[in-house]
Each structure stands twice: as structure tokens, then as C-alpha cells.
């Protein structure tokens, strides 16, 4: 079953997009099934059930961490978490850039920006956003690299506005490449699209879709 939905997913997807396959709530074995098939990066929204299914799983999975991260929690990833989907304050880049410091790693960070129109989504505002790299005091953190922005649409039926809070995130980053990464490689990823509507953050140039229930099922809490 998943690795028949995994299949059916990964055959709608551009070969360059990254699909980040969201394991959260579901067992290691999932995740193994998952593994077995060939995917191999994973993505967790709590760092306690993340560390826990690292050491019951391959070392070579890349794991994403997508969920709002406590500062308490920020050294249990950082030996081994491949990328950071939700930075969203200078305060947690500099947190994370500390601990990275003592591991001696350097980690992908991207920017969660709040598109959406629930309150209750953390990140940026877009404003926000272009002021803290204005202010520049992320340029001085040498264990963290920016490589792009992650951003969650509206829970709606509504496609129109859907494509609009995607098309504002694409519009977002083009705006900070051109104005703080020009010359940064690094920064290249658009992370939004989830398994209800990653076709139209597909649309919109998504580079790194983050889909859960579509391949592992809907989640039990
Ligand atoms: C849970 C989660 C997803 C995956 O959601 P699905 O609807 O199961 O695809 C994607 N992104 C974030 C930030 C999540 O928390």
C-alpha cells in the first residue's frame, strides 16, 4: 500500500522537486516500507518521536524536521538533521547555529513563512521576513545555511486562494534571492505543497513537496 501510493506520488513529480515524505505519527515500519522502496528523505514534526525513529532506521535516511521546534529541543536534532523547514525567528537561527557550532555541522535552515490565513501557523510574515535579513545579523552565523523559504497554505477548499498563497511565497523568495542571496547557490528551495494541494504549489514552482497522509495514510492521534 504505501509503496504503491509512494510510486502513484512520485510519478506526478517534476524529477527535480525533492519529495519530503511525512512519516509523523506513523511507525518505523512505515517508514522502513517507505525506505525499501527507494525514499529516502523523511520529514518529523516533533524532535522526541524523531530522534527515537533515527535509531531504529537506516543512517543514509535524510531527515527534515518540519514542526514548530522549541529551543529546548534544538540539540536533540542537530547531530543529524538534514534541513530545518521551520525557522521562524532571527532568535531560533541564532539557537540552532549555536548548537550546530558544538556538533561542528552546518545546517540547512529554510525560513517558514505565515501565507495562510489561520492564526494559529507560526513563521515570518513576508515583511517581517525581508526585515530581519535586512538587519543582517544572520550573515555573522557561520553553522547555519539559508537555503530558501517553507510555507503552508490556507486549510480551504478554495483553490483560488490557494494558488494565491503559493504564488505569493514563489513571488517572496524570487523578491530575497534577488535582494540577499544573488550569489548564493544555496538558496534554491521553495518547500510548500502538502498532499491536498501540492499539485498547485507544483503550479506555482515549488521545489520540495511535504507529503504525509497520500503515502502513509491518514495520521492517528
Ligand atoms: C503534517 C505536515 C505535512 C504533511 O501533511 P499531509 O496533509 O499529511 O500531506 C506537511 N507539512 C507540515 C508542516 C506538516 O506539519
Redesign the pocket.
Known sequence: MIVEQLKRIKDTLPPEVCLVA?S?FHPAESIREAYDAGQRVF?E?KAQELVQKKTLLPDDIQWHF??HLQSNKIKYIVPFVAMI??IDSFKLLAEVDKFAAKENRIINCLLQIHVAKEETKFGFSPDECVGMLREGLWRGLKNIRICGI?G?ASLTEDQTQIREEFATLASLFRDLKEMFFADDAAFKEISMG???DYQLALEKGSTMV?????IFGE?VY
Not at 210 to 214: A, L
Open positions: 511525512v509523523k520529514g514534526s518540519i514542526g523547514h521551520s517553507m503552508m502538502m498532499s491536498h511535504r507529503i504525509g497522509s497520500s495520521r
